[in-house]
């Protein structure tokens, strides 16, 4: 398994401001996602964070909203972009680190509240 | 698009009940599924997988799967519940395309003591 931490773990953000939150890795992986979990729902597929390129996003989501990096193999950044309150949520990063790459591993999430 | 169901969106259990809860996927090829669990206040982690071969999976903390292929089914069951087994349980799969998981809607578990 990775040890996976997110920061910051919580924030109360004012509408129309940004948040970046990272996601750091305790060893390489391949592939690192983001999900978001709306309150009381499951979780959605954000996108994809590819090392070296633009991440793929999932229908819904766009590069403008929620801008993501991926400098290295054990770290990433999800930028929520011009934020409102139907963005609170709790951000998760996953990762997958088994050869077969089917085991997904996630983060403790953190949780948003915009006012 | 593949969609994951969970039909019980809440369930109570005394402790020492058996537990058994829906997953039903769409995905008609080949599919890993799983089954997470999230505790109050923690994040989620995986209980148990399966990718191929026996149907029968077995997880952490007693807790076991069995794969239906005819039924698109993978329920999730337990013997004996017990309190510390109050979370909420989460269903996914993948289709091997890209690792990314489709999640059902989430079963939250409440055992009375």
């Given at each position: 398994?990775?040890v996976?931490?997110?920061?910051?773990?919580?924030?109360?953000c004012?509408?129309?401001?940004?948040?970046?939150i990272?996601?750091?890795?305790?060893?390489?992986v391949?592939m690192m996602?983001?999900?978001?979990?709306q309150?009381?729902?499951?979780?959605?597929?954000?996108a994809?964070?590819?090392?070296?390129?633009?991440a793929?996003?999932?229908?819904?989501f766009?590069?403008?909203?929620?801008?993501?990096?991926r400098p290295?193999l054990?770290?990433s950044?999800?930028?929520v972009?011009n934020?409102?309150?139907e963005?609170?949520?709790?951000?998760?990063c996953?990762?997958?680190?088994?050869?077969?790459?089917?085991?997904?591993?996630?983060g403790?999430?953190?949780?948003?509240t915009?006012t | 698009?593949q969609?994951?169901?969970?039909h019980?969106?809440?369930?109570?259990?005394?402790?020492a009940a058996?537990?058994?809860?829906g997953?039903n996927?769409?995905?008609?090829?080949?599919v890993n599924?799983f089954?997470?669990?999230?505790?109050?206040?923690?994040?989620?982690?995986?209980?148990?997988?399966?990718?191929?071969?026996?149907?029968?999976?077995?997880?952490?903390?007693?807790?076991?799967?069995?794969?239906?292929?005819?039924?698109f089914?993978?329920?999730?069951?337990?013997?004996?519940?017990?309190?510390?087994d109050?979370?909420e349980?989460f269903?996914a799969?993948?289709n091997?395309?890209?690792n990314?998981?489709?999640?059902?809607?989430g079963?939250?578990?409440?055992?009375?003591?």
């Open positions: 398994s990775a996976i931490s997110q920061k910051p773990s919580r924030d109360i004012q509408r129309g401001t940004s948040l970046t990272q996601c750091q890795v305790d060893s390489q391949t996602f983001w999900y978001r979990q309150p009381g729902q499951s979780l959605t597929l954000i994809t964070a590819n090392q070296g390129s633009e793929t996003y999932e229908s819904g766009v590069i403008d909203k929620f801008p993501i990096s290295n054990t770290f950044t999800l930028t972009s934020m409102s309150p963005d609170s949520s709790i951000y998760l996953s990762v997958v680190t088994s050869d077969r790459g089917y085991e997904q591993y996630f403790p999430g953190t949780r948003l915009v | 698009a969609s994951v169901s969970q019980n969106h809440h369930v109570i259990l005394s402790e058996s537990l058994e809860l997953c996927y769409s995905y008609g090829g080949t599924l089954w997470y669990v999230q505790y109050p206040g923690q994040h989620l982690q995986l209980l148990l997988k399966y990718f191929s071969g026996d149907p029968l999976v077995k997880g952490i903390k007693g807790f076991e799967a069995e794969f239906i292929k005819s039924k089914s993978f329920n999730l069951r337990k013997p004996s519940v017990q309190w510390s109050t979370a349980y269903c799969e993948n091997n395309a890209g990314m998981l489709t999640f059902g809607g079963t939250r578990l409440m055992v009375k003591p």
